[in-house]
């Protein structure tokens, strides 16, 4: 694994070039790709080029690596992840993020789509991630990567508080309400059942999501400063036989927050 990692480090210095190795790296979830856009004097790789890279299935998310500017800052990008889901191990979910540790990364922003647990949160919220719930498989389960972190990582405090705090100062400056909350991770693919939903309430949490764990876990395991957040995009339902969540749904209410979020990003980047 770590001479993929290597290889992997490696091609992308090479197209890099010139360009200096930036210390913010952000994963863009389902429909929040659009934050690319706002990326300057873009670098685009697309994961079909970049060795030992997986292809990324799931809907709305396009698979690029790309290096660029962001809130005057030097910044990395993947323009969509990938999920357990999809039938990949946890090691190959979590590779990009053991690459960007080796390139010298310091902060990574996480973001996804996720389905409100809580009953006060409303499709089109943004929540700052304040901890999380964890039933996936633990990425860090095999032989320890010594290089990069600890057998045995510490879990207190995963989402930096200095930048949740920078998160909060620079929304209220924009007039945005932010949820804080807990996130919970599950397998998918299959959406989440009432007992589910109810059973995530009763354990404390607030919204639930098919990612971004593992990524978490590995970024805390290789001693990144992390951030996260989630857009609501859709809404637990045990009053109703209709279905109610669908794939495509998903997509368009994270685009349509995709604006708000990337500005927020925007703000807090610069202010890092």
Do not use: W
């Not at 090691?91 to 973001?111: C, D, H, I, N, W």
């Not at 209220?172 to 059973?199: D, H, N, R, S």
Request: contains cysteine; proline residues 5%; charged residues 20%.
């Amino acid at each position: 694994m770590i001479k993929l990692i290597d290889e992997t480090t490696q091609y992308i210095r090479q197209q890099l070039g010139n360009r200096p190795i930036p210390q913010i790296a952000i994963i863009l979830g389902s429909g929040l790709g659009l934050m690319a856009d706002r990326i300057e004097n873009p670098l685009v790789l697309p994961y079909s080029e970049i060795p030992n890279f997986k292809r990324s299935t799931a809907v709305g998310h396009k698979g690029n690596l790309i290096f660029g500017t962001l809130g005057g800052k030097d910044v990395m990008a993947m323009q969509g992840r990938f999920h357990y889901y999809e039938g990949y191990t946890m090691q190959e979910v979590t590779f990009p993020v053991r690459v960007m540790a080796r390139l010298g990364v310091k902060v990574l922003f996480v973001s996804n789509a996720a389905g409100a647990v809580n009953p006060t949160y409303r499709v089109g919220d943004m929540m700052v991630i304040t901890d999380h719930i964890n039933l996936l498989p633990n990425p860090l389960i095999g032989p320890n990567m010594d290089e990069f972190g600890t057998r045995f990582p510490d879990m207190t405090t995963v989402y930096s508080r200095r930048i949740r705090q920078l998160a909060l100062d620079q929304a209220q400056q924009m007039g945005i309400q932010l949820q804080q909350g807990i996130y919970v991770g599950g397998t998918g693919p299959t959406y989440e059942t009432p007992a589910e939903y109810k059973f995530y309430k009763a354990i404390g949490g607030d919204v639930a999501g098919m990612s971004t764990i593992p990524e978490v876990i590995v970024a805390r395991h290789s001693g990144l400063e992390i951030f996260g957040m989630s857009i609501i995009t859709n809404q637990s339902n045990d009053l109703s036989d209709s279905c109610l969540n669908d794939g495509d749904d998903v997509v368009r209410e994270a685009n349509k927050a995709a604006e708000r979020m990337t500005t927020l990003f925007e703000k807090i980047v610069s202010a890092l």
